[in-house]
Each structure stands twice: as structure tokens, then as C-alpha cells.
């Protein structure tokens, strides 16, 4: 795609802040071991991309060295760019390398996330990130001790505030994320053109089939779950209003969505853009429905103090109201789907989450999804 099929540049992506907490303790490591200053580093994120990042703020002392890298966030609006994430690392007697949050890291103090109750929000794959930098670094220094690694972010508490992190039970500061290392740009128009154009050349080369999802979550579920090739699927990010217009106006015949219930789940209730900012009804969604199936007053109290949809879905599994709740929820769903498309193809929703696997489909998902696979289409 040439960058005028926009009408405009295109745009840079950018670093995550888990891509900055691993260079910078790759870097301090590095320092650590070597006792020599460095400027920049590489590393590789688990997108596959090599990536040289800057690095600021050198500190070598006996035994322990600090120093940071600077989130630039490319073309994206996000609200932690410019910040400096920090690493500082220490040797110890243990053979181990212990990863910890220090200044401006939030501490997760609600169920349902990724990171367990009284751990720094230091995601899985960040985590993960960190340990393979720093022990590919100990590895070709022959260095067998252990390492201590504090990851900060200078104002982060502050930055935190204008975040949905307080909300979801993170206090302190922000969290380090990222699962693909990459921030791609989040450019409204960019993204909705993007995606009209990425439709328009699938349904030129004859397919009328079209398979959806969101983001990385629903990708990772397809490939695990459903052994279907992610790359087969066309990205809407939050813009699922768009994406079902786009499908009507290029005449595809039928149209199977699949994604996490932290975002489908909010089409139960019409929200076509399901990016927090515009709307965040999940759990009064999934609340509502499991009072019109007989849930207890009680019943439906905790699930507005629900943390998140993995959290509430354990909870209707637990009181044995899955197996009501989400298909009333489903259906809702395909009206509202259907409504969008005002019935001129075939739709189909498959919501799932991480820990519990699908939770809800709508009907003729199971059809579709094996018409796909008898074209080709995955």
C-alpha cells in the first residue's frame, strides 16, 4: 500500500513501554558486567523487528548501574510518550534473575488482570522480554550469578491518573505493556482507511467470505484455539461500526467475527467503537443479562464490581450462570450486529476469553467459520 492510497504520509509506529523496559535493563546489564558505558542498544521484540533504542541517564556505581530509555510512541496519541523508562541492576548471590517494579509502576491490587494481586504491573510478555535480553547478555559475558532488576518510570504515578488504571484496581503508576513490542498508530482515519482498504482488496480478489478480528488477542486465540491463520484475518482495531458498513457497501456474503469478550461483549449493548474512551458498559452488560436470567440481587452486585470480563465470566462459570447469561448476551449481539448490516449478509460473533476459552456464539458461527474453511478462506 503506497502511502497516498491515504491521502497523507504514512505514519510511524513506535516502542512500547516493555520494549523500553527491556533495552534499558539489557543496557544496564550490560554496563554491569562490562563496566563500560553505552548509548544505545539493540534488542528484538517479539514481533520479529530489530530495534536500536537510545540511552539516557547513565549511572555506574559498585555493584549496580542504572540507566533509562526514552517511549517514543511514533505517530500514536499515547499519553506516555516522552516518559523515561528505568532499569537499575544489581548483582546478588542468588543464580536467578529477579524482576521488580520501583518508582511510578503500578501494584495490582484486583483480581482478573494480567500480573497477580500485589505484583508491579510488569505484563507477561514485557517480563519475558527482560528475562531473555538479560540472560542472552550473561550468557555471551560467562557471568552464571544472579540479577536484581528495578524497572521505573520517573512521574509515573502522575501519568497513571489519566489512564484507566486506577479504575482497574492498578495504584501507583502505570503499567509496562506491550505484546508485540511495536506501538502501531492509532491515527482514527489512518486506521478506518486502512481497514476499508485491506476489505476492498480481499473482496477484489473474489472472496466472499470475510473473517474479523480486533486486534493480537483474537489473532493469538484463531491460530491457538481454532488453528486458523491470523494472517487469513482482516484487523479493526475498536472500529467495528466502520468494519460492518465497509462489509455491507463491498457486498460480502458473510462475515464472522471473533474476538475477546473485553471488547465484543460491549456490542451487546450497540457500542460500535469499543476503545474505552467512547463507551465502557461490560459489566453492566453482562449484569443486566444475568438479572434477566434469575441471577440474585447479590448476584448481580458483584458482578458491577467485577474488575474485568475474565473476572466476571469466572464468576457467572462459579454460580453456574454461564451457560444462561452468555447466550442472552449473544443474541443481543447478533441483533445488533444484524441492525448494523440491516440484514444484507450473513453475520456471525464468536466471543471468547483467554482464560476461559469461547463463552458464546451466535447462531450460524459454526456454519460460517466451516464455509470459510471449505473455500480456502482460512
Known amino acids: 500500500m503506497k502511502d497516498n492510497d491515504l491521502g497523507k504520509r504514512k505514519l510511524r509506529t513506535g516502542v512500547t513501554t516493555g520494549s523500553c523496559a527491556a533495552a534499558a535493563a539489557k543496557a544496564a546489564v550490560l554496563m554491569l558486567l562490562t563496566g563500560q558505558s553505552r548509548s544505545s542498544v539493540h534488542i528484538e521484540t517479539p514481533k520479529g523487528v530489530e530495534l536500536t533504542l537510545p540511552v539516557r ?14 517511549k517514543d510512541s ?8 516522552g516518559i523515561m523508562v528505568c532499569a537499575t541492576v544489581e548483582k546478588t548471590g542468588r543464580e536467578s534473575i529477579s524482576i521488580t517494579g520501583g518508582e511510578g509502576i503500578g501494584i495490582v491490587t484486583k483480581p482478573g488482570l494480567a500480573c497477580p494481586v500485589g505484583e508491579a504491573a510488569i505484563n507477561p510478555v514485557p517480563r519475558q522480554m527482560i528475562f531473555a535480553e538479560t540472560r542472552n547478555v550473561c550468557r555471551n ?4 550469578g544472579g540479577l536484581a532488576i528495578r524497572i521505573s518510570v ?10 484507566f488504571n486506577p479504575r482497574l484496581g492498578i495504584e501507583g503508576g502505570i503499567s509496562i505493556l506491550g505484546t508485540t513490542g511495536i506501538v502501531e498508530p492509532m491515527s482514527e482515519k489512518a486506521w ?46 475498536n472500529y467495528l461500526g466502520e468494519m460492518l458498513d465497509f462489509a455491507r457497501e463491498l457486498d460480502f456474503g458473510n462475515l464472522l467475527l471473533i474476538g475477546h469478550a473485553g471488547k465484543l461483549v460491549k456490542l451487546a449493548a450497540g ?23 434469575g441471577a440474585g440481587t447479590e448476584q448481580v452486585k458483584h458482578l458491577m464490581t467485577c474488575n474485568t470480563t475474565e473476572e466476571a465470566a469466572a464468576y457467572l462459570i462459579a454460580q453456574g450462570l454461564s451457560g444462561q447469561v452468555f447466550p442472552s448476551v449473544m443474541k443481543k449481539i447478533a441483533e445488533h450486529v444484524q441492525n448494523r448490516v440491516q440484514g444484507s449478509l450473513k453475520t456471525a460473533v464468536i466471543l471468547f476469553t483467554n482464560e476461559h476459552g469461547i463463552l458464546g456464539k451466535t447462531e450460524g458461527a459454526d456454519d460460517i467459520l466451516m464455509k470459510m474453511k471449505e473455500t480456502g478462506r482460512v
Do not use: W
Not at 541517564?57 to 526514552?70: H, L, N, T
Not at 511514533?74 to 510518550?81: E, F, Q, R
Not at 469499543?274 to 443486566?288: F, K, N, P, V, Y
Open 192 to 237: 478506518i482507511d486502512t481497514i476499508y482498504l485491506e476489505m476492498k482488496v480481499h473482496r477484489a480478489g473474489g472472496s466472499e467470505n470475510l473473517l474479523v478480528c480486533p486486534g493480537n488477542y483474537g489473532q493469538n486465540f484463531i491460530r491457538a484455539s481454532l488453528g486458523i491463520n491470523p494472517a487469513k484475518a482482516i484487523k479493526c482495531s
Open 154 to 163: 520517573p512521574g509515573g504515578e502522575k501519568i497513571a491518573q489519566k489512564t
Open 141 to 144: 559475558l560467562n557471568y552464571s
Open 271 to 293: 457500542i460500535m467503537n469499543t476503545h474505552s474512551r467512547h463507551a465502557d458498559a461490560r459489566m453492566e452488560i453482562l449484569a443486566a443479562h444475568a438479572a434477566l436470567q
Open 57 to 70: 541517564d547513565v549511572e555506574i556505581r559498585e555493584g549496580r548501574v542504572s540507566c533509562a530509555v526514552p
Open 74 to 81: 511514533g505517530d500514536d496519541p499515547d499519553i506516555t510518550n
